[in-house]
């Protein structure tokens, strides 16, 4: 082993020199973290010498060896370009994506992404994706997230259930999430419906899971009802973290406890619901370096694929999937964690 020194990042995007022993220790405690928090296997040594050999190059990747290309679909395709104050119309922004970019799916969605804000104007929504789906090739998904957050009061029906946990009040802080997810259920339904009949090719649920398990049970029985409904539906679900947040404790789908389930456990319980495509987080953190990052990610995605019956399209965007949370991600970042992950997992789709 020589001494050379090795250029790669931290999980904020800042620059980072590694020696060669020093990039391997990383890719060896990132795998380990992994497997003992999630009670799976880590990552073979030909994996971690993969690993070494992606970011100990002086280049990053350009690309995947040929038959091992995936897919690439997207959230909020829309609003990633409104945040840069670009002043197109979101119709164009999806053909942007689509002719420029050659994005394999794009999505619809409203500036207020989310399905409780989008059930008032849903009927105008309707006519934008009507317009979309005549100007675009690719497969266009609506989608939005389930923010349960936002049912809760002063703007939403029901008591804040943080609030009154602050105040020890546990029993009723669990009544209200529970109350939150019969209304948010009902909003997704509705709102899914009206925009599959309108020629939507699939619905997306982005961020599943933000606001812990009552987020994740919501979505989950929304998805069982839209397949009851509609049967060739795609759904798309992205999930928001790692690991379910306990916000209520001692909620269940299917039996299965759904706080601290993690990317493995929880593309079960999507499956059961009638999910077609699982996205699947994992947090990159700021402090350790990208390396240390990509092994733990790899290591979950990998216990994820092998466990997963339906296509797995891992989220690869700032502050996940070994991305630094940055708000516009350094290239050779992006582009090392994304070779790792298809070249290692097998998984279906970025």
Request: hydrophobic letters at 40%; proline letters at 6%.
């Amino acid at each position: 082993m020589t001494n050379k020194k090795i250029l790669t990042r931290m999980g904020d995007g800042s620059s980072l020199e590694l020696s060669e022993a020093e990039l391997k220790q990383d890719l060896e405690e990132g795998t380990k973290d992994a497997a003992d928090i999630g009670k799976i296997d880590p990552l073979t040594q030909d994996e971690l010498d993969h690993l070494f050999d992606i970011y100990s190059s002086s280049s990053p990747p350009g690309h995947v060896e040929p038959g091992n290309e995936v897919i690439f679909s997207y959230d909020t395709t829309c609003n990633e370009i409104q945040r840069n104050l670009l002043p197109i119309d979101r119709t164009q922004m999806l053909q942007m994506y689509e002719k420029t970019l050659g994005a394999d799916t794009v999505e619809l969605g409203h500036i207020d992404y989310s399905y409780k804000a989008i059930k008032p104007i849903v009927g105008y929504e309707r006519s934008i994706l009507e317009q979309a789906l005549l100007i675009t090739t690719v497969p266009v998904l609506y989608g939005a997230m389930p923010n349960l957050g936002i049912y809760s009061q002063p703007d939403g029906p029901v008591p804040n259930p943080s609030e009154l946990m602050s105040e020890g009040k546990i029993d009723e802080a669990r009544a209200a999430s529970e109350e939150a997810i019969e209304y948010a259920v009902e909003d997704m339904v509705f709102v899914a419906s009206e925009l599959y009949e309108s020629g939507a090719d699939g619905i997306d649920f982005d961020t599943t899971g933000a606001a812990g398990d009552p987020d994740f049970l919501a979505t989950l029985r929304a998805v069982e009802i839209l397949k009851k409904k509609y049967p060739d539906m795609c759904i798309e679900m992205g999930m928001s973290g790692e690991f379910v947040l306990g916000m209520h404790g001692n909620l269940h789908y299917e039996d299965i406890r759904l706080a601290g389930l993690f990317p493995h456990e929880q593309v079960k319980l999507a499956e059961k619901a009638g999910v077609t495509i699982f996205g699947p987080v994992i947090n990159t953190t700021t402090t350790d370096s990208c390396a240390w990052n990509i092994a733990r990610v790899v290591t979950f995605l990998k216990a994820c694929v092998e466990k997963s019956s339906i296509p797995v399209h891992a989220n690869m965007g700032m502050g996940v999937g070994g991305v630094p949370l940055n708000s516009i991600p350094p290239i050779d970042a992006v582009a090392r964690a994304s070779k790792a992950v298809v070249d290692i997992t097998q998984l279906d789709g970025l």
